[in-house]
């Protein structure tokens, strides 16, 4: 089968498009047929040595994919061949095929492409998580979306408002700002023309906001928390930025507030009822018409390490996706 596959810690351009020999399932897996692998921005690290975990070359990026079932272990009893799936993995998705764990693995809707499918687990799992379980969001609160029409901003930004709450969009352009619009935010900010932390201000009457949303880091983080309401919630997501902020940690005395770490993929190993209620609520969201991903385009498995570069030069508006079929 074809993959991208990473010998090396580096850059997009280190890595090769090559055959390589098929994976085999074990007996409590599935191996699938890719048809779509969204790009996502811990891609771009783990080919880099910068993720939380290191797998062993060599290996493919990718952990969101949508396809076929082509093989099921032994111990597999709901799922057979020629199913229709969406899976998380760790890595291995930017590839023609890819072993799926059972209980990471689950029914593709009807009506919903492949290229939709593999856009979905991730971003929306992350962003219900951090909303839901991390921060108690309740209706009528007001949420802060620091990089809201990113790959998991623009979803924050929907079940924010799914949920009842207030939304501040935050992001580094017009056009962004544009499409958090559509996306249904109440206010937006263009963080490098404006202060972040005097418009929030302003916006809120001098309150601040409940949570703050924050995949970005660097030194937007701190400018956030000076902008926190009383008991205030900051979410973690990660550091697209690229820099881990260093926070005066008084700022979290001073407002009675409280810096929340959210980590999807722990979350689905160690909770894992937990997350299928989770992800059993988003996609009959998706079904009701509730949520729609936003593809900003689309690449061949030849040309994943354009699609690579493109996140990490934050070219991205929503998702962007890897389908099989071009």
């Not at 990113?150 to 929907?158: D, F, I, P, Q």
């Not at 209620?277 to 996609?283: G, P």
Request: with cysteine; proline share 4%.
């Amino acid at each position: 089968m074809k993959a991208i596959v990473c010998s090396k810690f580096g850059t997009p351009d280190t890595l090769r498009y090559k055959e390589i020999e098929n994976p085999l399932p074990n007996k409590c897996e599935v191996l699938i047929t890719v048809k779509a692998c969204s790009v996502n921005f811990p891609d771009t690290l783990i080919i880099q040595g910068k993720y939380q975990f290191r797998p062993e070359f060599p290996f493919s990026p990718g952990s969101d994919v949508a396809g076929i079932v082509e093989k099921v272990g032994e111990n597999v009893k709901h799922f057979n061949v020629g199913d229709e799936v969406v899976g998380f993995i760790p890595f291995g998705g930017f590839a023609e095929k890819a072993i799926v764990k059972v209980k990471d693995c689950f029914p593709k809707p009807k009506g919903m492409s492949m290229v939709n499918a593999s856009a979905f687990l991730l971003a929306y799992g992350t962003s219900y998580h951090a909303l839901k379980d991390r921060a108690k969001l309740k209706e009528g609160e007001t949420v802060l979306i620091l990089g809201a029409s990113g790959g998991v901003g623009l979803t924050a930004l929907e079940l924010a408002k799914l949920m009842g709450a207030k939304v501040i969009a935050a992001a580094s352009t017009q056009d962004k700002l544009d499409l958090c619009k559509q996306y249904g935010a109440d206010e937006v900010i263009n963080y490098t023309e404006e202060s972040l932390k005097d418009k929030v201000k302003e916006l809120t009457n001098g309150k601040g906001v409940d949570v703050i949303y924050d995949p970005v880091g660097g030194h937007f983080s701190e400018l956030a928390l000076r902008a926190i309401a009383w008991k205030g919630r900051h979410l973690v997501i990660g550091f697209a930025n690229g820099e881990i902020p260093k926070i005066p940690i008084n700022l979290t005395l001073l407002k009675g507030a409280s810096i929340v770490g959210v980590f999807w993929g722990a979350f689905v190993q160690k909770e894992s009822k937990k997350s299928l209620k989770n992800i059993q609520q988003l996609l009959t969201w998706f079904v009701k018409g509730d949520l729609k991903p936003h593809i900003d385009r689309t690449y061949s498995l030849e040309n994943a390490l354009k699609a690579l570069e493109d996140m990490m030069q934050r070219r991205v508006k929503g998702k962007i996706v890897i389908d099989m079929e071009l």
